[in-house]
């Protein structure tokens, strides 16, 4: 079932001493919006972050025989750092958590490396999964920039959206 907000827009012009107000009725289903809100939190969900914030945390607290950070590659990193254009500030907020999690607590070095390892290993399934989202991303926010464009072609006020900051990169 769709559900439909109408909203009530007042427009008033000024022109030369005289006033005209004009009352614009319009129903609109925001399901693209929850749509985009649905998906970017099901990538902000992904543990791409999480993952290169723990191997640099093991790094520099565990010791380890080799390097997990050049383990897991610059793969990795430059995929959690798109993970982070999602929600600004996950990477650096996971960074410290890792680093605090791990400093000091050495029995928490080897759950810490069988999760980075376990990762890395299911990381085509996790990156094809991650392209799926960012093409069903980018679908949505075409219709929405196409809504937009109708809407400008009709002389029609922008809605929430369009002004929003939904359209495409």
């Not at 827009?9 to 609109?28: D, M, P, S, Y």
């Not at 080897?110 to 679908?139: C, G, H, S, W, Y």
Request: net charge neutral; hydrophobic share 45%.
């Amino acid at each position: 079932m769709k559900r439909a907000i109408a909203f009530c827009l007042l427009i008033v012009t000024c022109f030369a001493g005289t006033a005209k107000a004009t009352v614009i009725l319009e129903n609109w289903t925001p399901e693209l919006e929850g749509l985009v809100r649905g998906i970017t939190s099901q990538i902000e969900e992904m543990p791409f972050i999480r993952v290169w914030a723990y191997a640099e945390a093991i790094d520099r607290y565990c010791f380890p025989a080799k390097s997990y950070a050049n383990v897991v590659g610059v793969t990795l990193k430059e995929t959690a750092r798109h993970q982070d254009s999602f929600s600004p500030g996950m990477l650096a907020s996971a960074e410290r958590d890792a680093a605090d999690h791990l400093r000091g607590e050495y029995l928490a070095c080897a759950p810490a490396m069988k999760f980075v390892e376990e990762t890395v290993a299911r990381m085509p399934e996790l990156v094809e999964k991650l392209n799926v989202l960012q093409m069903q991303i980018n679908d949505v926010k075409a219709k929405i920039a196409t809504a937009c464009a109708i809407r400008a072609r009709e002389g029609s006020p922008p809605l929430k959206i369009c002004i929003g900051g939904y359209l495409p990169d």
